[in-house]
Protein backbone atom coordinates (compact mmCIF):
# COMPACT_ATOMS: atom_id res chain seq x y z
CA UNK A 1 0.00 0.00 0.00
CA UNK A 2 1.83 3.79 -0.67
CA UNK A 3 1.62 6.32 1.43
CA UNK A 4 2.90 9.42 1.56
CA UNK A 5 4.30 11.19 4.44
CA UNK A 6 4.88 15.49 4.39
CA UNK A 7 7.48 16.92 7.00
CA UNK A 8 8.84 20.50 7.59
CA UNK A 9 8.99 23.15 9.78
CA UNK A 10 5.44 24.48 10.77
CA UNK A 11 6.13 28.07 11.07
CA UNK A 12 8.18 29.98 8.41
CA UNK A 13 9.17 33.80 8.63
CA UNK A 14 7.62 36.07 6.05
CA UNK A 15 10.52 36.63 3.17
CA UNK A 16 11.90 33.14 3.94
CA UNK A 17 11.62 29.81 2.27
CA UNK A 18 8.80 27.33 2.66
CA UNK A 19 10.52 23.69 2.58
CA UNK A 20 8.73 20.66 2.64
CA UNK A 21 9.57 17.29 2.12
CA UNK A 22 7.19 14.14 0.78
CA UNK A 23 8.30 10.51 2.00
CA UNK A 24 7.45 7.81 -0.07
CA UNK A 25 6.77 4.26 1.07
CA UNK A 26 4.94 1.50 -1.00
CA UNK A 27 6.19 2.70 -4.46
CA UNK A 28 9.22 3.92 -6.00
CA UNK A 29 8.34 7.86 -7.31
CA UNK A 30 9.99 6.60 -10.52
CA UNK A 31 7.56 4.30 -11.45
CA UNK A 32 6.62 4.94 -14.82
CA UNK A 33 3.30 7.05 -15.72
CA UNK A 34 2.91 8.00 -12.06
CA UNK A 35 3.10 11.59 -11.11
CA UNK A 36 3.12 13.38 -7.89
CA UNK A 37 1.89 16.53 -6.56
CA UNK A 38 1.77 19.00 -4.12
CA UNK A 39 -1.24 20.73 -3.37
CA UNK A 40 -2.43 23.37 -0.37
CA UNK A 41 -5.31 24.53 1.42
CA UNK A 42 -5.55 27.95 2.87
CA UNK A 43 -7.49 28.61 6.00
CA UNK A 44 -11.72 29.27 4.53
CA UNK A 45 -10.62 28.23 0.95
CA UNK A 46 -10.76 25.50 -1.30
CA UNK A 47 -7.89 23.23 -2.69
CA UNK A 48 -4.88 24.62 -4.72
CA UNK A 49 -2.75 22.55 -6.46
CA UNK A 50 1.04 24.10 -6.79
CA UNK A 51 3.00 21.43 -8.61
CA UNK A 52 3.61 18.03 -10.23
CA UNK A 53 6.86 16.40 -11.01
CA UNK A 54 6.84 13.28 -13.24
CA UNK A 55 8.41 9.81 -12.62
CA UNK A 56 11.03 11.48 -15.27
CA UNK A 57 11.70 14.53 -13.34
CA UNK A 58 9.75 17.02 -15.25
CA UNK A 59 8.10 19.38 -12.93
CA UNK A 60 5.12 21.90 -13.73
CA UNK A 61 4.18 24.56 -11.70
CA UNK A 62 1.61 26.84 -11.16
CA UNK A 63 1.72 30.01 -12.78
CA UNK A 64 0.44 31.75 -9.97
CA UNK A 65 3.53 30.44 -7.97
CA UNK A 66 5.98 29.61 -10.98
CA UNK A 67 8.47 32.05 -9.98
CA UNK A 68 9.12 31.40 -6.60
CA UNK A 69 8.33 27.72 -6.08
CA UNK A 70 10.78 24.56 -7.31
CA UNK A 71 10.13 20.79 -6.54
CA UNK A 72 13.02 18.64 -6.96
CA UNK A 73 14.12 15.22 -6.08
CA UNK A 74 15.99 12.61 -4.43
CA UNK A 75 15.25 9.32 -5.60
CA UNK A 76 17.31 7.86 -3.77
CA UNK A 77 15.31 8.69 -0.62
CA UNK A 78 11.98 8.30 -2.55
CA UNK A 79 11.84 11.84 -1.56
CA UNK A 80 10.42 14.75 -3.54
CA UNK A 81 10.20 18.35 -1.77
CA UNK A 82 8.12 21.46 -2.44
CA UNK A 83 10.49 25.21 -1.86
CA UNK A 84 8.52 28.09 -1.92
CA UNK A 85 10.48 31.19 -1.60
CA UNK A 86 9.59 34.91 -0.20
CA UNK A 87 7.00 33.33 1.49
CA UNK A 88 3.89 35.71 2.90
CA UNK A 89 1.29 35.33 4.97
CA UNK A 90 -1.12 34.33 2.19
CA UNK A 91 0.84 31.06 1.86
CA UNK A 92 -0.36 29.88 5.36
CA UNK A 93 -2.27 26.26 4.96
CA UNK A 94 -2.29 22.47 4.86
CA UNK A 95 0.24 21.27 2.59
CA UNK A 96 -0.51 17.89 1.07
CA UNK A 97 1.62 15.82 -0.95
CA UNK A 98 -0.12 13.30 -3.23
CA UNK A 99 0.35 11.07 -6.24
CA UNK A 100 -2.55 9.75 -8.62
CA UNK A 101 -3.79 7.14 -5.98
CA UNK A 102 -2.91 8.70 -2.57
CA UNK A 103 -2.96 11.49 -0.14
CA UNK A 104 -0.39 12.34 2.29
CA UNK A 105 -2.19 13.73 5.58
CA UNK A 106 -1.35 16.84 5.16
CA UNK A 107 1.00 19.05 7.17
CA UNK A 108 -0.15 22.99 8.79
CA UNK A 109 2.90 25.69 7.75
CA UNK A 110 1.84 29.31 9.29
CA UNK A 111 3.85 32.39 7.84
CA UNK A 112 4.25 34.74 10.44
CA UNK A 113 6.97 36.60 12.26
Known amino acids: QMRLQESGPGLVKPSQTLSLTCTVSGGSITTNNYWWHWIRQPPGKGLEHLGT???????TVSPSLKSRTTIPRDTSKNQFTLHVSSVIPEDTAVYYCASDVSWGQGTQVTVSS
Open 53 to 59: IGYSGDT
